[in-house]
């Protein structure tokens, strides 16, 4: 799932989803936003971490995962908009950001699968 914020079209950094998430090395000295509070953002989070991102931030939209982080890790409200590298906090906190990525979930889909199955059947 990929939500929709205000200036994510134009947001100067990286975006990606967690599913294409690959390798905290190259995220290494960057300021990092991951956005939702679930085991994908905190794997991903404490990958970040080890591997030596500036900066991480986790943006929540119900509850905080409420885990002790170490002190280069952090959790705010949910995002509300962009403006360039700039993010903004529904408590009304900003930072700057080199990547966002996105923890929101996934939305499955069956569709070419069922018509496989289907097509196989009829065989």
Same mark, same amino acid.
């Given at each position: 799932?990929?939500?929709?914020?205000?200036?994510?079209?134009?947001?100067?950094?990286?975006?990606?989803?967690?599913?294409?998430?690959?390798?905290?090395?190259?995220? =290494?000295?960057?300021?990092?936003?991951?956005?939702? #509070?679930?085991?994908?953002?905190?794997?991903?989070?404490?990958?970040?971490?080890?591997?030596?991102?500036?900066?991480? =931030?986790?943006?929540?939209?119900?509850?905080?995962?409420?885990?002790?982080?170490?002190?280069?890790?952090?959790?705010?409200?949910?995002? =509300?908009?962009?403006?360039?590298?700039?993010?903004?906090?529904?408590?009304?906190?900003?930072?700057?950001?080199?990547?966002?990525? *996105?923890?929101?979930?996934?939305?499955?889909?069956?569709? #070419?699968?069922? *018509?496989?199955?289907?097509?196989?059947?009829?065989?």
């Amino acid at each position: 799932y990929i939500p929709d914020f205000a200036g994510i079209d134009k947001f100067e950094g990286r975006i990606m989803h967690s599913h294409d998430f690959r390798n905290a090395r190259e995220f =290494t000295g960057q300021k990092i936003l991951l956005i939702g #509070s679930s085991y994908s953002a905190e794997d991903i989070a404490l990958q970040l971490f080890k591997f030596g991102a500036e900066h991480i =931030t986790i943006s929540y939209r119900t509850n905080k995962i409420g885990f002790k982080w170490p002190e280069k890790i952090h959790e705010v409200p949910l995002l =509300t908009e962009m403006e360039g590298k700039t993010c903004y906090f529904k408590d009304g906190s900003s930072g700057e950001y080199d990547a966002i990525i *996105l923890c929101t979930g996934y939305q499955h889909h069956f569709h #070419s699968c069922l *018509l496989s199955w289907i097509w196989l059947i009829k065989m």
